[in-house]
């Protein structure tokens, strides 16, 4: 049996995977920077989802993939390799054979850095005169790599210790931040007495020209140095090799239209920021120096990822933003990339970032769509994973030859397989029903194609859909071979039918249905009170509905699905309940309530419940109002009666830019917020290159008369701050092709209730007030 695919839920990788067997891979004569980049996309008169912008990205990811693959496979040979999860996830969605790659290249071991066990991170001390009386801990080899996501100086103490703790004669460390972005965080930050002034970063600050991946590598000599002599191998120290590269393993394909950002997985717009603001500054918004230090080490990473990513695309950008940290981020893409080499590039984008803050309805909506729905009923492997928890129970009949691996884990995931690809793209655009309609069609065409004269047997009437496609996995199982080539499709296909099956699934139908309803009811009602009224009677209905689901055995609705519905109905109402103290105190109250009646007894802590909820309350109003601040949003409530579904603000945003009904928020940006160097919460932000605070005062004027706008560029980029739902890729690739476009979607997460509730609630989580018999 294989290794099942590429799950590193553990510091050890497990010895099975259900993936294609293994093969070494062809190597190539092509090195970073080969000419595939999104320069030599040629112009289409019709883009559609398969667009060549899509199929270009496509094949540049598979390049620079393969490209990464030529760089490491001398330092991997022999070698034990530890990774971060972005890397992992980037490798699980951006790499034909994922993280077996890693293995076929050599590795004889991979650990998640993150997750090594406390005896790799700890220093061994070594007496000299203590006669044999240390234990001697030899590694496995005396070749390690390092494949890190982020700013080396983040990991600094970690490397150091698992470096110290055994005997190396090679370390290889390859990150995906560039060093000239390590050079500028190093510059803005200024030592202070907490400083480790044996640190490199303090190092790089004292002098001479060297930079900061020459330093640290000075550094990886003494430790590689200082393992040997506390284990005591004699090994000479000019026989030592230690190297810190760059690579440009910056992004998931999560599908043909959507890149993900695995490193910016946690990055969420700031709420409440006021504490993050000096109003004497002369740039308005939030002040990265004002943000705790693990906020702005977030801010720096995805900056440099983001400017990473174009200039891997080679694409000449215009940066504009919606939203405080939107604009924060854009500013710090400018310091990381002003002088980069793709300003002389022929191809030109326009970067718009997005704050997921401004739309914290569409999210917790259950929305019907294939891929939202799995990712709203089955949880993850971790909050920074795209990697869903499932499964082999559909596709293994016998697993007690796998050596006490149960259950038996799959990825949701395609290793840029192309039929995987576009299964996942025609997923992503289906409702529940035909995505499973599309599986039956699925499978069917896998039999047809792998058993000869397959026939397909007749469904009695009572069975389902899901019972149909239950019955041909039942066939596949038989066959390893088929199971092993078709491997991730049928991962995939797994993931939906879990979804399907899982209890809560009812539970999700049950609030669809609310959420269908309460547009049009609430259109009818006119003052706050009723709507108060009409809230606190849907919420009643809520409670009645868990009790009957409870009765049947199902699982009944908790706090987290009650704040969720409550989020989606306050993205319904108009500004001027919004504005209303009074009214959102009243939904508070009631919500308490709601909660108290449906989980209650299991909660020790009043006190604790109703701060919780309080705050929580505090960020949605802080969400809401930043949202009715723009000029883009227009809530108008009387439309919901002639529609079905409540357009994302994603979507209205993507339109309005396309059809040039922005253009004068631009003017109105620098005419009215001058002090605040053309930030405006109200409207797009557009920040250009090469600003200083004299060229800012000198240019007034001239950016009066000429404000460049996203659609004079020949890509538009939308990228969501927070997460993005496949819904709203659907909606912004329809865009694209209803308005001939070519667009390049990108987010840091894949959004949901849960990862808008995780995010508006404060850290410490809810559950540890509740009783531990419970």
Avoid at 146 to 154: E, G, T
Avoid at 664 to 687: A, D, L, M, P, R
Wanted: net charge negative.
């Amino acid at each position: 049996m294989q290794r099942l695919n590429n799950r590193l839920d553990s510091p050890k990788l497990p010895n099975f995977n259900l993936n294609s067997f293994k093969t070494r891979k062809n190597k190539g004569n092509d090195s970073f920077g080969s000419g595939l980049n999104l320069s030599n996309w040629s112009s289409s008169e019709n883009v559609s989802p398969m667009s060549p912008v899509n199929q270009n990205l496509t094949s540049l990811t598979n390049t620079l993939t393969n490209n990464v693959w030529e760089t490491l496979s001398i330092p991997l040979e022999d070698a034990v390799v530890y990774l971060d999860t972005a890397i992992l996830q980037i490798l699980k969605y951006s790499s034909k054979n994922g993280v077996d790659a890693l293995f076929e290249n050599g590795a004889i071991n991979v650990k998640d850095i993150n997750k090594v066990i406390e005896n790799d991170n700890e220093i061994i001390n070594y007496d000299n005169n203590a006669n044999n009386s240390i234990y001697i801990k030899y590694p496995e080899t005396k070749k390690i790599v390092f494949i890190l996501s982020s700013y080396l100086m983040d990991y600094e103490t970690k490397i150091k210790n698992i470096i110290l703790n055994n005997a190396y004669q090679e370390c290889h460390i390859y990150t995906s931040i560039t060093e000239s972005s390590h050079n500028l965080r190093i510059q803005r930050e200024t030592p202070n007495q907490d400083r480790d002034l044996g640190s490199i970063a303090f190092q790089y600050l004292q002098g001479n020209d060297d930079g900061y991946f020459s330093k640290f590598q000075n550094k990886l000599k003494q430790w590689i140095n200082m393992g040997n002599e506390i284990q005591q191998t004699g090994l000479a120290v000019e026989h030592m090799i230690y190297t810190v590269e760059y690579v440009p393993l910056l992004w998931s394909l999560y599908s043909t239209n959507l890149v993900l950002i695995p490193s910016g997985a946690d990055i969420f717009p700031y709420m409440n920021s006021k504490q993050y603001k000096n109003v004497d500054h002369i740039e308005g918004g939030i002040q990265l120096n004002l943000l705790p230090q693990e906020e702005q080490s977030k801010i720096y990473n995805i900056s440099s990822v983001l400017s990473s990513f174009l200039e891997e695309l080679n694409l000449k950008d215009e940066l504009f933003a919606i939203g405080e940290t939107s604009h924060l981020i854009a500013r710090e893409i400018v310091a990381h990339s002003s002088s980069s080499s793709r300003k002389k590039s022929e191809k030109t984008a326009s970067l718009i970032l997005i704050d997921r803050t401004l739309d914290i309805g569409t999210p917790v909506r259950h929305l019907d769509n294939s891929i939202d729905k799995i990712y709203c009923i089955l949880p993850r492997i971790s909050s920074d994973s795209y990697d869903l928890n499932i499964t082999s129970d559909y596709l293994l009949n016998n697993r007690d030859d796998l050596d006490n691996l149960t259950p038996i884990k799959c990825s949701f995931s395609h290793k840029l397989n192309q039929n995987t690809l576009e299964f996942i793209d025609a997923l992503q655009k289906t409702k529940n029903k035909e995505g499973l309609i599309l599986i039956k069609k699925k499978l069917l065409e896998i039999l047809n194609k792998e058993i000869p004269n397959f026939q397909a047997p007749k469904p009695n009437e009572e069975s389902t859909l899901a019972d149909q496609i239950k019955s041909y996995l039942d066939i596949i199982k038989n066959n390893e071979i088929t199971i092993i080539k078709y491997a991730n499709t049928l991962e995939c296909i797994s993931a939906v039918l879990e979804a399907e099956e899982n209890f809560k699934c009812s539970k999700w139908e049950e609030l669809l249905s609310f959420e269908k309803i309460l547009p049009f009811s609430l259109s009818e009602i006119n003052d706050n009170f009723n709507i108060v009224q009409h809230i606190a009677e849907a919420l009643n209905n809520l409670v009645q509905r868990s009790k009957a689901l409870i009765a049947e055995e199902m699982p009944g609705f908790d706090i987290e699905d009650i704040v969720e519905l409550v989020m989606f109905i306050f993205s319904l109402l108009k500004d001027s309940f919004i504005e209303s103290e009074e009214s959102f105190e009243m939904v508070k109250h009631k919500v308490l309530q709601t909660i108290i009646e449906i989980e209650g007894n299991k909660f020790v802590d009043s006190y604790e419940l109703e701060r919780f909820i309080t705050s929580i309350f505090d960020n949605i109003q802080y969400c809401l109002k930043s949202r009715n601040v723009l000029s883009y949003y227009q809530n108008d409530f009387s439309s919901y009666r002639n529609q079905i579904t409540v357009d994302s603000l994603v979507k209205t945003i993507a339109t309005r830019i396309i059809n040039g009904e922005s253009n004068s928020n631009y003017t109105s940006t620098v005419n009215n917020n001058n002090k605040s160097n053309g930030y405006n919460q109200n409207s797009i932000n557009y920040i250009p290159y090469n600003q200083t605070f004299s060229s800012f005062f000198s240019g007034i004027g001239r950016r009066r008369q000429n404000q460049p706008v996203p659609t004079q560029n020949d890509i538009l980029i939308f990228f969501i701050v927070g997460g993005i739902t496949l819904s709203e890729v659907n909606d912004l690739m329809d865009i694209g092709e209803q308005y001939n476009t070519k667009i390049i979607i990108g987010s840091t997460n894949i959004a949901t209730g849960k990862t808008i509730y995780s995010n508006l609630s404060e850290q410490n989580d809810i559950n540890k007030t509740k009783k531990q018999n419970n």
